[in-house]
């Protein structure tokens, strides 16, 4: 089922004193309902751009862009766009605005008009999805990084929405940090059919998403499987991004001459390659 779908969007920052700079140009893609996309491009390529019209915090300039079948676009229907599709920033202190995580767990919900008891049932909820509700009454000041960004996943999942963008999520997180937020998104898209757009500049977690889409200059350049997106490792490179370490190790030995197949991932299929081939 089609959830967001993106039709001939472009869109153009507007300045006052500076010519108008456009960053998308005559986009369509469209995501489905339970999908796990990684989204993916270089710094300047319009990935946030993107990932921000499907909340409604930009609208296009140009084409249209729906969400469960509603025009962005419709005034009247933003409040509802931004409760079905929740933002997940980079940095989780510019979304916690209590000195208790309960408290800014709640936030969204009690914004929302929610009432009291449900906000209960919703917060301990989303606490206990995201791993923190023993943490219920800690200050996020004093968590790790991985923590206070659970929390923030919470605070987005108490407002029940259908869909989670996050944007670079891990980027300020040590490795423990980063598998904390990672297991926690697998599991709202496993678990609860939530469709996630991760925007990331890991290809590993990339590899781990059921689709990759990946943007260049603001406009899509490939969209397949990790396998098929990765596999085409020189197409990457010219538009400046990376590829999972064992697809580059392997890729390299491929130019040596080792015959490996072109659409390994990860580094248990590698292992298992190189020993099929030295037995």
Avoid: W
Wanted: glycine share 8%; net charge negative.
């Amino acid at each position: 089922m089609e959830f967001i779908t993106v039709d001939n969007v472009s869109f153009r920052y507007e300045y006052t004193d500076e010519p108008p700079v456009t960053v998308l140009r005559g986009i369509d893609l469209t995501i489905r309902q339970g999908e796990f996309v990684a989204l993916l491009g270089h710094n300047g390529s319009g990935k946030s751009t993107l990932a921000k019209h499907f909340n409604a915090m930009l609208l296009p300039t140009g084409g249209k862009l729906y969400v469960d079948g509603t025009d962005t676009a419709d005034e009247e229907k933003k409040f509802t766009i931004r409760r079905t599709v929740g933002m997940v920033l980079q940095n989780p202190d510019n979304q916690l605005v209590s000195t208790v995580v309960e408290e800014d767990v709640a936030f969204g919900p009690e914004n929302l008009g929610v009432p009291p008891e449900e906000i209960r049932r919703r917060v301990d909820d989303a606490l206990k999805t995201v791993g923190m509700y023993d943490y219920r009454l800690h200050a996020p000041d004093k968590l790790s990084g991985g923590q206070k960004q659970r929390v923030a996943i919470a605070g987005i999942l108490a407002m029940e929405p259908a869909c989670i963008v996050l944007d670079e999520p891990t980027a300020m997180l040590d490795p423990k940090g980063r598998r904390e937020v990672l297991d926690t998104v697998h599991k709202l898209n496993r678990e609860r059919g939530i469709t996630v757009i991760l925007i990331t500049h890991y290809m590993d977690e990339a590899a781990g998403a059921g689709r990759v889409v990946v943007m260049d200059d603001g406009e899509v350049l490939m969209d397949g499987t990790p396998r098929e997106v990765f596999a085409r490792v020189e197409e990457l490179r010219r538009v400046e991004l990376d590829v999972p370490q064992p697809t580059e190790l392997c890729y390299e030995l491929r130019q040596a001459g080792v015959p490996l197949p072109p659409d390994i991932l990860t580094a248990d299929e590698c292992a298992e390659a190189l020993y099929t081939l030295l037995s």
